[in-house]
């Protein structure tokens, strides 16, 4: 039987651990044209429907490179032990996406700068990894498995329309990608052991604030 990369992760779904609920309250905050355990309404067109330009889509994946830039910095560094943890997961996407910016410079587009999106976001997370590790943590696990998940979505429609089928280096991952992110999962939730049910709800509240910046970002596909 062939397991589908959706059946993969719902088999792995519910083990009654926090990640479970991290998943859980971010597929709330879903519209619910975007996946089928949404509950936000749709404002504004359907993604699917979604006429991205070159320009746009540029100016996507340079915020993106500068967020995951910074998620990196802030791991490196490690103002708290737990975020030594989440260092080299495999999942780090700043590298593949220089090597995507590369490729689109040598097509002959402009590599734009960062806008506002990516920077206010590089500078709320940067703020918060110093004071807030629960919250920090919440944004991590975000940013970096909706990439994985509606990112990759994205990805491959953006492509069939205005690059002709391109895959970036953006959706290729060294490795069995559902394993990598079973060993995070794995990370999260013994990191989630240490704290107590208060700071757990903490991080679950920052969700929305995640999905605020990172749809921001999105949204800049169509700019
Ligand atoms: C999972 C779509 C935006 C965070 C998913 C899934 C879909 C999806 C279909 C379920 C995947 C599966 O079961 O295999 C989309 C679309 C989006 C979008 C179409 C925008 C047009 C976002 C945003 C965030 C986010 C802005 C927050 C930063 C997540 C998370 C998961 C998820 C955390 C769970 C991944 C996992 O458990 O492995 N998304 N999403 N998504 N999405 Fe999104």
């Known amino acids: ?25 971010a597929m709330k905050l879903h519209t619910k044209d975007q996946a089928k355990d949404g ?15 070159i320009d746009g889509y540029l100016k996507f994946l340079v915020d993106s ?7 990196d910095k802030i791991l490196d560094k490690s103002d708290f032990p737990e975020y030594a943890e ?7 996407r700043a590298g593949n996406l220089a090597i995507d910016l590369e490729w689109f410079k040598e097509q002959g587009h402009i590599v734009p700068e960062p806008l506002s ?3 206010n976001y590089s500078i709320y997370i940067e703020e918060l990894s110093k004071k807030d590790p629960q919250a920090f943590i919440c944004h991590f696990y975000n940013t970096y498995f909706a990439h994985t998940a509606g990112g990759r979505m994205i990805g ?5 329309k205005i ?27 013994r990191v989630a052991e240490n704290w107590t049910r208060e700071e757990k709800n903490h991080c679950l509240e920052e969700t929305e604030k995640s999905f605020e910046f990172n749809g921001d970002i999105l949204h800049l596909i169509l700019a």
Not at 39 to 53: H, S, Y
Not at 65 to 71: C, S
Not at 156 to 160: D, E, F, G, I, M
């Open 86 to 92: 989440f260092r080299n997961t495999g999942l780090e």
């Open 65 to 71: 490179k500068l967020v995951y830039d910074t998620l």
């Open 39 to 53: 509950e936000k309404e749709t404002q504004g067109k359907p993604w699917r429907k979604w006429e991205p330009t």
């Open 163 to 189: 690059l002709n089928g391109k895959e970036l280096e953006f959706y290729k991952w060294d490795g069995d990608l559902p394993q990598l992110l079973q060993n995070v999962r794995e990370k999260l939730n």
């Open 117 to 119: 999106p990516g920077i």
């Open 1 to 25: 039987m062939v397991v589908t990369a959706a059946e993969e992760r719902t088999s792995k779904r519910f083990t009654g651990e926090f990640v479970d609920e991290m998943r859980s309250v």
């Open 156 to 160: 491959r429609k953006v492509a069939a």
